[in-house]
């Protein structure tokens, strides 16, 4: 049967479920988003703009007795709750990412804040080095060690 034919059920209570019209109600199989593969209960006729404004879920009818519709019934609540479990997961996805997004920009904030800083030092020291008050590098000044290791040579005539 596809999922837009007229079906014959009854309630649980033993009577045809009946749109306004009078008509055996059809069932049908929602395919929105919101509601997806949910079963529910409308105005039989084709035409939508000829249908009367009956309708109802199928899963907040009572258990009909018929072990197959039951069943279906159970299956569509269930897939329509993992379809709520799944969006909710992605509401949840989507928050923490978005978090994740500003945490990370405020620590390239502060990364760049800190190149910046050590890029003014670096100026700084150069400016320093360069300037007439430092007296002139000199690395036998810097490294005296090094003069006394030298061997002395003495020189006799």
Known sequence: MSSLEVSDLKCSKGFELKC??????????SRTRAN????FY????????DQCEFFEWADDLSPTG???????NEISSECR????????????HDTERAAWI?????LMSQL?????????????IKIVHESDLMPPYDEKLSNPKDEEDDPVVIQTV
Do not use: W, Y
């Open 112 to 124: 760049l804040s800190v190149k910046m800083e050590l890029d003014q030092m670096k100026t700084r």
């Open 66 to 72: 018929d072990k197959h519709l039951d069943e279906i």
């Open 20 to 29: 306004k019209c009078g008509l055996t109600a059809g069932r049908r199989v």
């Open 81 to 92: 709750r993992l379809q709520e479990r799944i969006d909710l997961i992605r509401e949840e």
């Open 36 to 39: 997806l593969f949910r079963l």
């Open 42 to 49: 409308n105005c039989p006729k084709s035409d939508f703009a």
């Open 102 to 106: 500003r945490e990370r920009e405020q």
